[in-house]
Structures are given as C-alpha cells and as structure tokens.
C-alpha cells in the first residue's frame, strides 16, 4: 500500500498541494474507509491533506448496512467525525436516515463519547476552506466572483478558454503505432478520407464530466483541419456497410471507436437501481462506477478489421476510458493513437496530430506485470467491488508509459559527470538528449530504478521520474532528472517507516520501460 496503491494520491498531497478530498466505499483491512483511521493518521498527519474530508455518496450508510462494521448511525457519524470527516450530511447524499445530525453531536458529546476538541479538529479544514475561497469577503474582492456573473461573458466559450481546451485535447492523445512514418498524413497527397466509427461524431460525455458549452468531435475536427480541400467521407450511418463502402471509395481511412463512459444511461441516476446499486452493461467489454468490466476486449474491433481489408489505409483512433486489448490492431494497423479525456476540444486535439504534428507524453496503461498481488484472499472480500489490482504474468502488448511518436531520438545517454547530490540526499543525473529527426517535437524520457541484490521484495524497474523535453530537429539539450532518497526507499511494515537500503541501486533511462537506452549504477550509503 504504502510503495504501490497509495504513491499517487501522496504525490497529488505533498506535491500538487492538494488539501481535500472524499473518501471511498471500499474497505482496507476490514475498515470502511469513511471510518478508517488511516484518513486521520496518514493522509491529514502525514500528508497535510485536512480540509473538507468527506465520504463518497451513500458511504456512510454503507458501513452500517453493507459493510455491518458499525450497528447504527449513531456510532457511523462518531467514528468518522474522528478520524476527520467533516461533511456529515443525512440521506442518500452523504449519510443516513434517522434524527438530525446535530442532536446525535449533542448527545455524543454529552455522553463524552466525542469531545469539543473532536468538533473542533473535524470544522478547522472546512473554516479554512471557506476562509481560502473569499466566501466571507465582500464580492468585490473576490475575482472570481464575477464568472458567470449576469452580464459578464462565458468564460468557458471565450477564445482564450478554447485554446486551452485543444491543447488538452491535444496533448493528451498518445500515439501507440506509426510504421513507416505512416503519420502524419500528406495532405497534399489527399483527395478524400473516410471518417467512421461509433465514436466518431460524438464527444461522450462522462460520469461526471457534466454538459459541456459545446463539444467538437473527432470528425468535426477533421472536417476543420482539412477545409473544403479534400473530401471527407462520413456515412451518417454507423452499421459496417456504411463504414466499409465509405473506407473503398477513400484514399485514407480514420476508425474512431472506444467505451461509452455511461454503458447506454442518459443520465447518472438512469445507471443505479432503486436499491442504489448500478444497472449491468450490455457489452461486457464496457465499465462505468460501480460496474466493473467482465472482459478488456473491445466489441468494436471487428470493425476495424472489416474498414482495413476494404482499405489497408487505416488509422485507428481509440477514445477510451481504460485500456483495451487490441492485439489484432496492434499487429496490422499502420497507425493508431489513443485518447483518455473526452473535453470540449477531442476533435481538433486528434486533428492535429493526424494532420500536422504530435506533441503528446501522457502515460498510457501500466505493465500488469509488475503489480504486486493483493495481501491476501481474505482481504479481496473486504471490497464490494472487485480489487482494482490485478496481476498479469504473460508479456503485455505495450510497455509502461510507451511513447511513440512521429520523431526520432535516438541519441539518449548519460551526459559527463552526470550525477550531482545536495545536502538532503538527492541525486539528480544528466542526459542528453537529441532530435536526429527532421520535425521538432517532444520526448519524455523516463527514469527507472531496480535494486539487483536487494534483500526484500522490489519491482523489476520503478519508474522514478521523468522529464518533457522539446526539441527542434537536430537539436541537443541535457536534462536533469532529481532522485531523493525518499523515493528509492522502501516501507518496513515491522517498523512502521521508510527505509533506505544500502547497496548498489541500477538507474536506467529510456523511452519507455521497454526501451532502455542507457543505465548507470548507484551506491547507497545510508
């Protein structure tokens, strides 16, 4: 829990200042987490993470009735109250039936079951919150009180805001296969492209991505990016025939396909039951909060082969909220990218980087394989959903954090007298880095540990940092990737604490796990 599970939500704590947050239904260790001390214990001591604390919708309730960890309501609202739950509402909202809040406080408090102190701790983050966010200031003092103030403009829909939109969208598509430098695509050699797909025309919206202003699909932004040059051929059906007739009569063929976020509800509430639990999806292949998916295939990739053997031209663009396993794309497919954000700017984002140039280093899925196993199988039933860890032992189609792009870097070497150390015991190593290609573009270069002689267990490769880097074509830069003895410590459960193990440390560095260009070792003298 304490090297894997909970690494991201600390980082988001101690370095993107993050200070509120909700706590899930599952448990840990036989504790619902909208009771769990760890909330107290870790995430505000350890963590400084204590403003509003508050439990997903209906947890509370859970712990009572699904879980049986606590008898009543009563008991549910004292014990996250003190491990610093501060957003105790009643009915399916946030807590439970029954007598208001505050006389079950009074009582409690009466009985010196809690005390002034516990309100006291639980009240101080959501104070300052308010105090934080200007709530108690005149407005006039407060700039953001003037968005989407009566007769201000839309911020949203402002060109600056539109901007930002397509360089989310942009810089959020990950390219997954080019060969032969299939993309970008010449548009000087194009006459037409068919565009089809069930994900094509339309922007999904997600759980709780909310109703967009307005929306830009996939084709729309094709259609933007090409102009009344070339032909764009999109059936305003979405059945195979229409797709296939439309990849024959078209020098190039884009297949959009993915999930649909909400499984066919129009709404959030259409995918919950009476009972508050969550209606199945049709497509086992599909998932959405509180279903979890039965299978990682993607239903649609009988499609993708029927548009490529009436057009072996294709590009494959997969919007998609997970991961998918597209092992007959992989292998046949020129080209195909995917995209894991579903914004206002989708359409133009994909555009620019089918048509002009790719400036993408988000992550993509993470190697199974080194994932550890659940603790054990009890306490896979102390969830009611199933453990979102989950080991594969045979060897994936894509590594972690796979990065392929339409630049070449193939230089990529620790520079001269690469290893620097300060006075808190980080290590930052050099690398150079060079542009060999012929377009200017990014890379992400990507920093992996492995300890060889360790005497406790250790992943094959740890990612440990990473560092974007842009680059003109021929162009050289060195970058600096820090490493803290923090982060190539380990957790000691007899303990309780980190620990920094002597012994030599392996850094390697490359474009992704799979493709290490170079390493170095390190000696560790705690």
Avoid at 360 to 371: C, I, K, M, Y
């Amino acid at each position: 829990m304490r090297e894997y599970y909970s690494v991201p939500f600390r980082m988001g704590f101690e370095e993107g200042g993050a200070r509120s947050y909700m706590a899930s239904y599952n448990a840990w260790n036989g504790v619902p987490m909208a009771v769990n001390p760890v909330l107290r214990d870790v995430v505000a001591k350890e963590w400084g993470a204590n403003w509003i604390v508050t439990p997903d919708a209906g947890a509370l309730n859970h712990v009572m009735d699904l879980h049986k960890y606590l008898p009543n309501m009563d008991e549910v609202y004292i014990a996250a109250l003190k491990v610093g739950v501060n957003q105790l509402g009643t009915g399916f909202g946030r807590g439970g039936e029954g007598r208001p809040l505050a006389e079950t406080m009074k009582q409690a408090l009466s009985e010196k079951r809690i005390t002034e102190a516990d309100i006291d701790s639980a009240i101080r983050g959501k104070f300052l919150t308010v105090l934080k966010l200007g709530l108690l200031d005149p407005p006039e003092m407060v700039h953001r009180s003037k968005i989407a103030a009566a007769g201000e403009p839309d911020a949203a829909t402002s060109e600056k805001h539109k901007q930002v939109a397509r360089d989310v969208a942009h810089e959020s598509v990950v390219l997954l296969k080019n060969n032969a430098n299939f993309l970008p695509l010449n548009r000087s050699a194009l006459k037409s492209i068919a565009v089809v797909g069930p994900r094509a025309s339309a922007v999904l919206w997600d759980f709780y991505s909310g109703t967009t202003p307005y929306s830009i699909s996939v084709l729309q932004g094709i259609r933007d990016k090409v102009g009344a040059g070339i032909t764009v051929n999109a059936p305003a059906s979405v059945d195979a025939a229409a797709a296939i007739q439309a990849a024959k009569s078209s020098d190039i063929a884009v297949v959009v396909v993915g999930n649909d976020p909400m499984c066919g509800a129009a709404n959030p509430g259409g995918a919950f039951n009476p009972d508050a639990s969550t209606k199945p999806c049709l497509d086992k292949g599909e998932g959405r909060e509180g279903r979890d998916r039965e299978s990682i295939d993607l239903s649609q990739e009988e499609l993708i082969r029927q548009v490529f053997a009436a057009n072996p031209k294709t590009v494959v663009v997969l919007v998609s909220s997970f991961p998918c396993a597209i092992s007959w794309t992989q292998a046949k497919c020129a080209g195909y990218s995917a995209h894991h954000t579903r914004s206002t700017g989708t359409g133009h984002g994909h555009s620019r980087c089918s048509l002009r140039r790719l400036r993408s280093g988000w992550p993509s899925h993470a190697n199974l394989a080194e994932v550890p196993r659940p603790v054990s199988a009890a306490a896979r039933l102390q969830h009611h959903y199933r453990p979102h860890i989950h080991v594969f032992q045979g060897r994936t189609a894509l590594p972690l954090w796979i990065w392929t792009q339409l630049y070449e870097f193939p230089l990529l070497e620790p520079a001269r007298d690469c290893f620097e150390t300060d006075a808190k015991g980080t290590v930052t190593l050099s690398v150079d880095v060079k542009n060999t290609g012929t377009r200017a573009g990014d890379e992400v270069v990507q920093l992996y540990a492995a300890w060889p002689g360790s005497k406790v267990t250790r992943p094959a490769k740890a990612l440990k940092g990473f560092q974007r880097v842009s680059l003109k074509a021929n162009e050289s830069k060195t970058i600096q990737i820090p490493v803290g003895a923090d982060a190539l410590s380990w957790w000691n459960p007899q303990t309780h604490g980190w620990e920094l193990e002597a012994g030599r440390v392996k850094l390697m560095v490359g474009t992704s796990s799979a493709d290490v260009r170079a390493e170095t070792t390190l000696d560790v003298r705690p």
